[in-house]
């Protein structure tokens, strides 16, 4: 609780590229009548428009439903962004799903979008609609060293396992997760994955593989700048959104209220692939 209060009162000092905040200091020619205090408002209600008529129903409670091994996809699906049902999903719903309900850009979104469907195979175009659990397609879209899912000789790649998301939280020793950290669970999982039977990781799925673990600190990473290790996910939140596949809004969580961009996710990418590297990963 101190932490999130802790966040709340740091965010418009610790974002510095908020127009928002850098309004608050600097004059606006549009508006010369605005004052410093009407713009800083640091009591503005947080806005949750848009989780509103969105409600949180598991997949356990949807006849015939289909998820996925994405954790996003399938949080997605239980709040109604996506079809409750998991299926007949397109391009275009994946596209809006991002934009509107995680505040990614529009490029970012389809850049996502296409790089995972395109691994679907052909033929994929606009018309194509797919179910939540095609891309449990192993080797394709799905791979070993997952972070919250077991290994394909395991068992299910596609329901969370609760113990691999304690040792993910464990990864830290504060009360978030950051690209160091998130680089020791990477380089923890495939030294796991083999050491169980599993086939050595291929360099592209490493690659992969530390592109969607970098969607955690994204999506619930704080803070940063040039120090992209000082953006910070709290745990809380990102354990009950892997457990339960739900937004997790009593633990604090809101939407970003600034679009995050291909250039933001790529440096977050570049911090997880030092930290594994830093251990010893290819
Ligand atoms: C079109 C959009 C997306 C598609 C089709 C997609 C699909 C997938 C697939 C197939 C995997 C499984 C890889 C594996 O571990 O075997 C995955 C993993 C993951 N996805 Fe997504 N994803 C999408 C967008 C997102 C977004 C927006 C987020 C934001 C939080 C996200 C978060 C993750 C995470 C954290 C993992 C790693 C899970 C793990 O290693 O256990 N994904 N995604």
Redesign the pocket.
Known sequence: MGLLLLQTLMLPLIIPSSSVVLGAWLPSPESPNHTPDALFDLDAPPNFDWISHHDWIPAALVVNSSR??????NTLANHGFLPRSGRNITKDM?NTA?VTV?N?SPDLASK??NA??AKLGSPVNESTAFNLDE?AAHDA???DA????LDEIQGS?IDVDPGLVHLLLADSQEPWLNTKSIGRSRFRRENESTAIGSPVLSSAFTSF?QL??S??V??FGLGGGDAIDERWAPKEQVKEWLNEERFPIDMGYNRSEIALTIDLQQSIINGIKQSYQELGGK
């Open positions: 996925s091994p994405c954790p996003m996809l994946l991002q995680l990614m996502t979008t995972m469907v891309f879209t799905e791979h997952s972070l919250t899912r790649v593989a969607e673990a969607f955690i994204l999506i």
